[in-house]
């Protein structure tokens, strides 16, 4: 389906535990970043919750790169 269409994918969050085999699709079909969560550790859903509302509240700032966000939204 990836394949198939007809977009650039600049960056995808998964949201679900041991997350590697799809974020290895995804970087295959293209993505440039790819976050997940390492299939080694349990993240509760509160931690979840506020790394994503930081990440995407810097993802939208003027000058914001998905490298900067993802270290703002882990400290």
């Given at each position: 389906?990836?394949?198939?269409?007809?977009?650039?994918?600049n960056?995808?969050?998964?949201?679900?535990?041991?997350?590697?085999?799809?974020?290895?699709?995804?970087?295959?079909?293209?993505?440039?970043?790819?976050?997940?969560?390492?299939?080694?550790?349990?993240?509760?859903?509160?931690?979840?919750?506020t790394?994503?509302?930081?990440?995407?509240?810097?993802?939208?700032?003027?000058?914001?790169?998905?490298?900067?966000?993802?270290?703002?939204?882990?400290?």
């Open positions: 389906m990836i394949k198939n269409a007809d977009v650039t994918l960056f995808v969050i998964l949201g679900a535990c041991h997350s590697e085999t799809a974020a290895k699709i995804f970087l295959n079909a293209g993505a440039e970043h790819v976050i997940g969560i390492d299939r080694r550790e349990a993240v509760l859903d509160g931690a979840a919750l790394f994503t509302n930081i990440f995407y509240s810097k993802v939208w700032e003027n000058g914001s790169n998905i490298c900067k966000c993802f270290e703002w939204a882990k400290q």
